[in-house]
Nanobody
Framework: QVQLVESGGGLVQAGDSLRLSCAAS????????IGWFRQAPGKDREFVGV????????YFEAYMKGRFAISRDDAKNTAYLQIHNLQPEDTAVYYCAVTLLARLPNRQGRYNYWGQGTQVTVSS
């Protein structure tokens, strides 16, 4: 069973950039596609984006294109979510998850393992 641990969250100011990490253990990350989700206070968890197993393709929720980027370093068994120009509405707990599917799923039920999340708070 794969264990995922997110890190890199914190309190930042609007306009800052942040890189979140998702470190995997107990399995080989290259076996999986990696998705990122977030849950803002009082809201449902929502899809941010996903990267495929080879790292050659990504897919993002439409309104998140441009400010978010996903990458992976399988040698380090770690994936990353880069967020640019953070805004207060980006305040949320950010989760990574892995999927065995070859395509790029945006539905939570398509993911097999989840991390516990890392809090990102953006002040105006």
């Amino acid at each position: 069973q794969v264990q995922l641990v997110e890190s890199g969250g914190g309190l930042v100011q609007a306009g800052d950039s942040l890189r979140l990490s998702c470190a995997a253990s107990g399995g080989t990350l290259s076996t999986y596609g990696i998705g990122w989700f977030r849950q803002a206070p009082g809201k449902d968890r929502e899809f941010v984006g996903v990267i495929n197993r080879s790292g050659t393709n990504t897919y993002f929720e439409a309104y998140m294109k441009g400010r978010f980027a996903i990458s992976r370093d399988d040698a380090k068994n770690t994936a990353y979510l880069q967020i640019h120009n953070l805004q207060p509405e980006d305040t949320a707990v950010y989760y990574c998850a892995v999927t065995l599917l070859a395509r790029l799923p945006n539905r939570q039920g398509r993911y097999n393992y989840w991390g516990q999340g890392t809090q990102v708070t953006v002040s105006s």
